[in-house]
């Protein structure tokens, strides 16, 4: 007895059907075995992504501002699709048209330690920060997740990214300030470190332009930044202010200065930061960026480094060569302060959660962090071990050494731990690395 139409309808819809899932599986492996190639994918112009986040303590929502496109990608070409570190939030781009993730990066924000203060359980208050991808080829999708310390999503966002969009602006470079290349050449071949200059009068040109390449050289006075020089771009954006100083609100000094900065961040007196995150992007429209680095014109002892977002320090004062480093640390490798004084609102590091930090663990999956260094000969003959105490806080977190330049000023050296975190982060914009 012959089948039914029916049934010959039934049989080829399921044949159609495994024809198709064989073919999403194979696309599937594919896409986990080949990494993402950035012409297949990308134009050569940075997308510039600018978010409002705001929250308590407890919430966190995400708000798209608005979005700007400028002429070359100086980020990295390599690696696209995967991730180095967590992070404390993470911006995705996906395609379209395949649903494949096409460029993921992480971040850590402002916003985040703010709510970590005891102001964020009193007020709602909100924050700028910018992401900068590369510019997709056609339509695509735009992914920003935040975590909270328990490494938990707490706050997500999707977003269409069409580059025929007509309001997405067309960021123009800022001819009427002055850039110098101070190190390096091609922005598609090498890290490129922008040093932004705050505070500095009309007259103080060749006075920043002289910090910046002490910054610089400070830099590659260390290792493994030394050893990697070759793979930096280094210039210096010339921005200048009204007056020679920034702000200093404890001292009932406000000014206007390019990036908008002052000391007293989260009421915190050292704390040199700025909030203008939009500000401080618009002045590096045309400027091949990367890695921000903002010098501030003052004596007084301030800064802060915040991972993929920028650094800053006063350059006018005895400590800044160290600092300027050690700020880049934070922001450039995502390493933690290891110091710790128990003095915060609230901790950063609960019990049971391992950080995402290289330079600290709480011994919850202390395997994926140094112990392939205590077998080391020559990291323990620098004294790496299992030191208590670090990320503000005297218990339940470990440091990898009694002393580094991400503890003190005074220490002259990254440990091995550092030095092998930085290292990862540079290849990691720099060359392919080994898939899983």
Request: contains cysteine; hydrophobic residues 40%; glycine residues 6%.
């Amino acid at each position: 007895m012959g089948l039914t139409p029916f049934i010959l309808q039934v049989m080829s819809f399921r044949l159609r059907l495994l024809s198709l899932c064989l073919a999403t599986l194979s696309i599937g492996q594919l896409s986990a075995a080949k990494a993402v190639r950035f012409q297949d994918f990308f134009q050569d112009a940075t997308l510039r992504l600018n978010y409002i986040f705001s929250g308590t303590n407890t919430t966190q929502d995400i708000a798209l501002h608005t979005m700007a496109v400028t002429p070359t990608w100086a980020g990295r070409m390599v690696n696209l699709d995967t991730l180095l570190l967590e992070g404390n939030g993470q911006v995705e781009l996906t395609d379209s048209a395949t649903g494949r993730r096409i460029y993921i990066a992480s971040f850590s924000t402002l916003f985040q330690e703010w709510q970590h203060t005891e102001e964020a359980t009193q007020v709602r208050r909100a924050f700028e920060t910018v992401q900068l991808v590369p510019m997709p080829r056609r339509t695509a999708y735009a992914t920003l997740r935040l975590f909270n310390s328990h490494r938990q999503v707490v706050a997500e966002m999707r977003h269409r990214v069409n580059p025929a969009d007509i309001l997405i602006r067309r960021g123009r470079p800022r001819s009427k300030y002055f850039t110098q290349q101070l190190h390096g050449g091609d922005a598609h071949q090498g890290i490129d470190v922008v040093f932004v200059s705050e505070g500095y009068a009309i007259d103080q040109q060749q006075l920043f332009m002289a910090d910046a390449r002490v910054a610089m050289e400070s830099l590659f006075e260390h290792e493994p930044f030394r050893e990697l020089r070759d793979r930096f771009n280094i210039r210096a954006l010339f921005v200048p202010s009204e007056r020679a100083d920034v702000s200093q609100p404890s001292q009932h000094r406000w000014h206007e200065t390019p990036c908008g900065s002052h000391f007293d961040t989260f009421y915190s007196d050292r704390y040199l930061m700025t909030d203008k995150l939009f500000q401080l992007y618009d002045l590096l429209e045309g400027t091949p960026t990367e890695h921000i680095i903002v010098l501030a014109n003052t004596p007084v002892y301030g800064g802060g480094g915040i991972y993929n977002l920028y650094a800053m320090t006063s350059a006018r004062q005895s400590w800044f060569r160290p600092v300027v480093v050690h700020e880049f640390g934070h922001s450039f490798a995502g390493l933690a302060d290891e110091y710790f004084y128990d003095d915060q609102y609230e901790t950063f590091y609960p019990e049971g959660i391992e950080p995402w930090e290289p330079n600290l663990s709480t011994l919850t999956h202390f395997d994926a962090k140094w112990a392939h260094l205590l077998g080391d000969p020559a990291a323990l003959s620098e004294g790496i071990g299992i030191y208590e105490g670090g990320g503000y806080q005297s218990k339940g977190v470990f440091r990898p050494s009694d002393n580094c330049r991400m503890r003190t000023n005074e220490h002259p050296v990254f440990c091995a731990v550092c030095r092998e975190a930085i290292a990862r982060t540079v290849r990691y914009h720099t060359e392919p690395l080994p898939r899983h």
